[in-house]
C-alpha cells in the first residue's frame, strides 16, 4: 500500500473516531425517550436544516444516483433526487405545520390519535422492513466505498461501517444525530464541489461535455408513445415524492424542530437544496462515460476521486461519501428504534416507564443493524435496495396518511385495508406482470381507493377502538 493511501486510511479513521466521539459527549443531554427520539423538539434553523438534508442525501443519491446515471442518464434517477426533493417540499408546505402542532414523537402516535392504537401497531408492521432495507443500501455503498480503497474485503468493509455509526446512534439519540449531520452536510457539498469542476475542466468544459454525451441520457421526460413508459415516469416520481411522507426519519425531524415555522421552512429549503446539490452526483456520472468508459458504474464517484485529486482532496471526497452515508445510516437507525421503544413496547407492556422505553430505543438500535447486514449482503446493488424499501412506504401506508389529515370521512378500518390491499397488489403486481411494468404505482392506486371505498362503507359508528 502507498503512502498516499496510508494518509487517506488515516484521515477517514480520524474523521470516523470524530463522529463516534460525538455520540459520548451529547449523552449528558439525553433524560428520557423524548430527548433521544427528537432531542426534545429543540432543534433550531441550522441543526434543523441540516439534519433534513443530510438523513436524506445518502447512499442513494451520491453512490446510487451516480452509478444509475452512468448507465441510464436522468431518467434513471428521477426518484431520487427529484422526486425525494418534491417529498420535502410537500411536506414542508402541507405537513410539517400540521405535525408540529400535535407535540408528538413518531408517525405511529399521528396514527394512532388518528386511527386507534390498534391500527398503529398493525401499520408498525409495514416500518421494519422500510427501513432495514434502507439501511442494508447505506452500509452497502460504506462497503464499496472501503473496499475501493484499500481492498478491504465486502463484509469486512461493511462490519466496521456499521460499528461505527451504531456507537454514536446508541449513545447520543437524535442530538447526535442531528450534529453529526451538520457537521456531515458540509462535507458533502464541499467534497462534490470540489470533484465537479475538476472533472469538467479535464472534459473541455460543460458545453464540450454535452455534446460528448449521448442525447438520451440528458432527457427529463420520455421520449416515447408508449404508456406503461409514463406511468413508469409517474411511478418514479411518487415512490420518493409521495411515498416517504410518512417516513418515520423525515416526521422525526419535523417533531424535533424548536417550532411549527421552523419545521415548515426547514423542510421546503431542505428540498430546494437537495435538488440542487443532488444534481451533482448524477452529472457526475453521466459525464463520467466521457473519461471512465469502462466504469462499472457503481464506484464511480470513488473513481472519479481517484483520478483527479490529490491525497488530501481525496480524504475530503470520500470523508463526503461517508458523510452522506453516515448520515443516513444513523437516522435510518433511529427510526424503527423509536418505533419499538415509543409505540410497540407500551403497546406490549402499557406500564412500560420513560426509562423502560429509552431503553428499548437504545438496544433496537443495534439489532437493527445486525438485521440489515443480511439484507445488504444479500441484494448488493444500493439503487434497487432502495427502491424495494420506497416501495413499500408508497404502498401500505402513504394513503392513509395522507388521507388521514385531509379527509375527515376516512377511518380506522378504511386504513387498515387500505395499507394490507395496498401492499398485496404491490406483491402480486411483481409477480405476475412484466418487470417493466409499474407495480408501485398500482399498489398505490389499489391503496388509496380501498381506503376511500371502505371509509365510506364501513361508518364510523361501527368501529371500536381503544
Known amino acids: 500500500m502507498s503512502k498516499d493511501y496510508i494518509w487517506i486510511i488515516c484521515g477517514v479513521a480520524v474523521y470516523m473516531v470524530i463522529m463516534a466521539s460525538i455520540g459520548l459527549l451529547v449523552r449528558s443531554r439525553i433524560k428520557d425517550a423524548r430527548d433521544y427520539i427528537v432531542a426534545g423538539g429543540r432543534l433550531g434553523w441550522w441543526l434543523s436544516i441540516g439534519t433534513i438534508f443530510?438523513?436524506?442525501?445518502?447512499?442513494?443519491?451520491?453512490?446510487?444516483?451516480?452509478?444509475?446515471?452512468?448507465?441510464?442518464?436522468?431518467?434513471?434517477?428521477?426518484?431520487?433526487?427529484?422526486?425525494?426533493?418534491?417529498?420535502?417540499?410537500?411536506?414542508g408546505i402541507f405537513f410539517a405545520k400540521i405535525f408540529r402542532s400535535l407535540n408528538i414523537e413518531t408517525i405511529v402516535d399521528y396514527f394512532e390519535l388518528r386511527y386507534g392504537r390498534r391500527t398503529a401497531c398493525i401499520l408498525c408492521a409495514v416500518y421494519i422492513p422500510v427501513y432495514l432495507g434502507w439501511i442494508g443500501a447505506q452500509l452497502l455503498a460504506f462497503g464499496y466505498i472501503l473496499n475501493s480503497l484499500t481492498g478491504m474485503p465486502?463484509?469486512?468493509?461493511?462490519?466496521i461501517s456499521t460499528a461505527v455509526v451504531l456507537f454514536y446512534t446508541y449513545s447520543g439519540g437524535m442530538w447526535a444525530v442531528s450534529i453529526t449531520d451538520l457537521i456531515q452536510m458540509l462535507f458533502i457539498v464541499i467534497g462534490l464541489l470540489i470533484l465537479f469542476?475538476?472533472?469538467?475542466?479535464?472534459?473541455?468544459?460543460?458545453?464540450?461535455?454535452?455534446?460528448?454525451?449521448?442525447?438520451?441520457?440528458?432527457?427529463?421526460?420520455?421520449?416515447?408513445?408508449?404508456?406503461?413508459d409514463w406511468l413508469n415516469y409517474l411511478q418514479a416520481w411518487i415512490i420518493v415524492g409521495l411515498g416517504s411522507l410518512p417516513a418515520q426519519d423525515l416526521f422525526q425531524r419535523i417533531m424535533s424542530a424548536k417550532d411549527a415555522t421552523v419545521a415548515r421552512w426547514s423542510s421546503i429549503l431542505s428540498g430546494i437544496f437537495y435538488i440542487i446539490i443532488?444534481?451533482?452526483?448524477?452529472?457526475?456520472?453521466?459525464?463520467?462515460?466521457i473519461v471512465l468508459p469502462q466504469s462499472s458504474g457503481e464506484s464511480i464517484l470513488i473513481e472519479l476521486s481517484l483520478k483527479y485529486l490529490s491525497p488530501l482532496f481525496i480524504a475530503i471526497m470520500v470523508g463526503a461519501l461517508l458523510s452522506a452515508i453516515?448520515?443516513?445510516?444513523?437516522?435510518?437507525?433511529?427510526?424503527?428504534?423509536?418505533?419499538v421503544g415509543n409505540n410497540i413496547i407500551p403497546f406490549l407492556k402499557p406500564d412500560a416507564n420513560e426509562k423502560?422505553?429509552?431503553?428499548?430505543?437504545?438496544?433496537?438500535?443495534?439489532?437493527?443493524?445486525?438485521?440489515?447486514?443480511?439484507?445488504?449482503?444479500?441484494?448488493?446493488?444500493?439503487?434497487?435496495?432502495?427502491?424495494?424499501?420506497?416501495?413499500?412506504?408508497?404502498?401500505?401506508?402513504?394513503?392513509?396518511?395522507?388521507?388521514?389529515?385531509?379527509?375527515?370521512?376516512?377511518?380506522?378500518?378504511?386504513?387498515?385495508?387500505?395499507?394490507?390491499s395496498g401492499v398485496s397488489a404491490w406483491i402480486i403486481a411483481k409477480i405476475f406482470l412484466p418487470r417493466n411494468y409499474p407495480h408501485n404505482l398500482y399498489g398505490f392506486l389499489v391503496s388509496f381507493v380501498v381506503v376511500v371505498v371502505v371509509s365510506l362503507v364501513w361508518h364510523p359508528r361501527t368501529l371500536r377502538e381503544t
Request: aromatic share 12%; proline share 5%.
Open 54 to 91: 443530510a438523513t436524506w442525501f445518502g447512499a442513494e443519491t451520491c453512490m446510487g444516483s451516480s452509478g444509475t446515471a452512468f448507465h441510464k442518464g436522468i431518467l434513471g434517477v428521477i426518484a431520487d433526487p427529484f422526486g425525494a426533493g418534491l417529498c420535502l417540499i410537500i411536506s
Open 154 to 159: 465486502l463484509m469486512a468493509s461493511i462490519l
Open 197 to 228: 469542476p475538476i472533472l469538467i475542466k479535464d472534459i473541455g468544459g460543460l458545453r464540450q461535455a454535452i455534446t460528448n454525451t449521448p442525447k438520451e441520457l440528458l432527457h427529463f421526460y420520455p421520449r416515447s408513445n408508449n404508456l406503461i
Open 278 to 289: 443532488g444534481l451533482l452526483p448524477v452529472f457526475l456520472g453521466i459525464f463520467s462515460r
Open 326 to 339: 453516515m448520515s443516513s445510516v444513523d437516522s435510518a437507525l433511529l427510526a424503527p428504534a423509536s418505533i
Open 356 to 420: 423502560t422505553k429509552l431503553n428499548w430505543c437504545k438496544w433496537s438500535v443495534p439489532i437493527f443493524g445486525i438485521l440489515s447486514l443480511f439484507l445488504a449482503l444479500y441484494f448488493k446493488n444500493i439503487y434497487r435496495l432502495c427502491q424495494e424499501s420506497w416501495g413499500i412506504l408508497l404502498t401500505g401506508v402513504a394513503a392513509p396518511m395522507i388521507l388521514g389529515v385531509y379527509w375527515k370521512r376516512a377511518n380506522a378500518v378504511g386504513a387498515f385495508i387500505g395499507a394490507i
